[in-house]
């Protein structure tokens, strides 16, 4: 292919080539390869997809504002929520299903492995990303490899372990499995390796640092707005976590998810009440989502892992 | 020396010293440089070594046992749990379950999930916005998402029925049939993926180099032409990316076909009952963690087969011959235009 030259391109591709090429001039950047604002057909069908990403949810807080009369006799619920929403979380909250304590249980396992997550992985991230020692290649491709294993599969075992322990029942279960993760080491190694300068660790062992004082004076806090990342993601996926809480914790030391399934089998007739425990756990994490859904989405993109 | 900071040789604190006597705090510093980083690498071998490799390893001893729930291990009985799991009726409408949930769940997904992402790739007013609505049902607990959905997909009281009616569509058995279950299911994990995905997918999208659109731009090609042409070849890894980490998730399905009736025991004829509700059912309500165990090994040994078959197909898919050829024109089109442009 002979190269044209720019007067050819501009002569037969016209206006658009024209304009962006003005357009690059100017150091605007282009997206979806056309700087063309989108017409009102992508606004309408994204627009759905967030009707539909919102509705599920409304439809919760409709049948969990009304009574079960109300329910029974319409399926489709009316537009404006019914003025029950307190009564019935009052009525979950009094229920033999304990949601108070399912709450609390919830939010102690979700700040116990996001804690424990973001100290393990960056004290681990930060020995793959900045010290040299025999075995960190293959070690940390070894770390990236355990996260293709569905460790779910070793739950038979990992049951047995636990009964061995003693610690069927007891949030320790939970917690105990989820304390470090590959993600977690390997996101805290990419963002330690091009976030944090040698010359910062050098001066702190210059300056007679133990090699934890400079991993906690300096890859600590500079590890912080990944840190911040990796806790939240941990938190989400332990809030939203049941098969091996189900399995391990019985019903006696339920989780929310755990104590939802408790409230479905023990009351499934009785949709408001369900509902209004599916809003109690839904809220917590929405509110997370309305401060941190921006951090959300740059988490994802920039590699996030599932689960 | 093995162990020391990278990249300058010698910045052990040992070095920095005047050699006169090596005291004890100078060995200290130097074992504290050598063993640090193992130190700090150990946590995650040591609780992977205890909670991932063991219990898969410790799998396979326990699948060849007879074992139970309460009594612990009992005889070695060879492949005799993996035979019986293999001639549950049981165990194959499992494996269907799972495979076809898998299928409806996985494939409209991914499509949707590019086709969303193509759309916010475009250049948005309020990008956050519509970023952040797309994602909103990932922090929905699956557990809580099965239930509005069962609810609303109930087959007499439920809404989507009641809409069907007015339509004058006769009520579908989301409960009762094995086909409008699945679909039931499998839109729920839609419902919670799909926007996730969709950000995966903007994120790949938008480092495409965005002279190859304006050189495909040039040359004519319409923007769905471009999509195909370049958008999809150049996704290539991360749609094996998602591929693959939705194969893993969607075949282990577990939560939502769990929690769609109040049982959870898959429906009363098994017509949404996944091999790891089986799984469950095995070990917890039958009490017998071998066989629990053997169906654990078949449900690995399926992941992989499909993690491969999954891989060699969107290799395919996407390396069709004349996509990448359209791809490689526009590159070298830029190219000779950069030349020109000098």
């Known amino acids: 292919m002979s190269a044209p030259s720019i007067p050819f391109i501009e002569q037969t591709a016209g206006k658009s080539a024209a304009r962006s090429a003005r357009r690059r001039r100017k150091g605007v950047a282009l997206a979806g390869g056309s700087d063309r604002r989108p017409g009102w057909v992508t606004y309408l069908v994204l627009g759905l997809v967030i009707v539909g990403s919102v509705f599920p949810l409304y439809f919760t807080v409709l049948l969990a504002s009304s009574d079960a009369q109300t329910i029974a006799q319409n399926p489709i619920p009316s537009p404006i929520p019914g003025g029950q929403l307190w009564d019935n979380l009052v009525r979950v909250y009094q229920s033999d299903i304990d949601l108070w304590q399912a709450t609390l249980n919830s939010i102690i396992v979700a700040v116990a492995t996001s804690a424990s997550v973001v100290f393990f992985s960056t004290l681990a991230g930060y020995s793959f990303a900045k010290l040299r020692f025999k075995g960190r290649g293959p070690l940390l491709v070894f770390v990236i490899a355990t996260m293709a294993v569905p460790t779910q599969l070793g739950v038979v075992p990992l049951f047995i372990v636990m009964k061995e322990l003693g610690l069927v029942g007891n949030l320790m279960a939970v917690i105990l499995p989820g304390m470090v993760t590959a993600f977690g080491v390997f996101w805290m190694t990419q963002y330690l390796d091009s976030a944090l300068p040698y010359e910062l660790i050098e001066a702190a062992r210059v300056d007679g640092a133990s090699m934890f004082r400079t991993f906690w004076s300096i890859a600590l806090p500079a590890a912080r707005p990944a840190a911040a990342m990796l806790a939240l993601f941990t938190f989400i996926a332990s809030w939203t976590n049941f098969f091996w809480p189900s399995i391990v914790l019985g019903t006696q030391t339920p989780t929310l998810p755990v104590a939802l399934q408790l409230l479905q089998a023990g009351f499934f007739k009785d949709i408001a009440l369900i509902m209004a425990g599916v809003v109690i756990s839904v809220i917590p994490l929405i509110l997370v989502f309305l401060v941190a859904g921006r951090q959300l989405v740059a988490g994802i993109m920039q590699g996030a892992v599932k689960g | ?203 790949a999208m938008q480092a495409i180099p965005r002279d190859l659109y304006e050189a495909a731009t040039l040359d004519g090609a319409s923007r769905v032409r471009q999509f195909f042409a370049i958008t999809i070849p150049m996704l290539r890894p991360t749609m094996i990316f998602v591929i693959i980490t939705s194969t893993i998730g969607g075949l282990q399905i577990y939560d939502e076909p769990r929690m769609y009736d109040q049982l959870g025991q898959g429906g009363n004829s098994r017509q949404w009952m996944t091999i790891t509700l089986y799984l469950y059912e095995l070990g917890w309500r039958q009490r017998d963690l071998g066989r629990a165990a053997a169906v654990a090994w078949l449900l690995f040994l399926l992941i992989i087969i499909f993690a491969i078959l999954n891989f060699a197909i969107t290799r395919r898919i996407s390396s069709a011959d004349d996509m990448t050829r359209t791809a490689k024109k526009a590159r070298k089109a830029i190219k000779a235009r950069e030349r020109s442009a000098r």
């Not at chain 2, 998402?145 to 009641?162: H, P, Q, Y």
């Open chain 2, 1 to 203: 020396m093995a162990t020391q900071l990278a990249p300058t040789r010698g910045a052990a604190p040992s070095r920095q010293r005047p050699p006169r006597k090596i005291g004890f705090r100078q060995t200290l510093g130097r074992w504290d440089v050598k063993v640090s980083p193992y130190l700090y690498i150990s946590p995650f071998f040591i609780l992977f070594a205890i909670v991932g490799l063991f219990p898969l390893l410790y799998t396979g001893y326990v699948s060849v046992h007879e074992w139970s729930l309460l009594g612990g291990k009992g005889d070695y009985v060879g492949f005799e749990n993996f035979s019986f799991v293999l001639g549950q009726p049981n165990f194959w409408t499992g494996l269907r379950n799972t495979l076809s949930i898998f299928l409806l769940s996985s494939v409209p997904q991914v499509i949707a999930a590019l086709i969303i992402a193509a759309m916010l790739d475009a250049n948005l007013r309020a990008k956050t916005f519509w970023r952040m609505g797309v994602l909103l049902p990932y922090v929905v607990a699956p557990v809580a998402v099965a239930l509005v959905f069962s609810k609303m997909f109930a087959d007499e009281s439920g809404m989507i029925n009641a809409v069907l009616g007015n339509l004058g569509i006769d009520p579908i058995g989301w409960h009762k049939d094995v086909l409008p279950s699945h679909i039931a299911i499998a839109s729920m994990v839609n419902f919670r993926w799909t926007g996730y995905n969709a950000l995966i997918f903007l994120a």
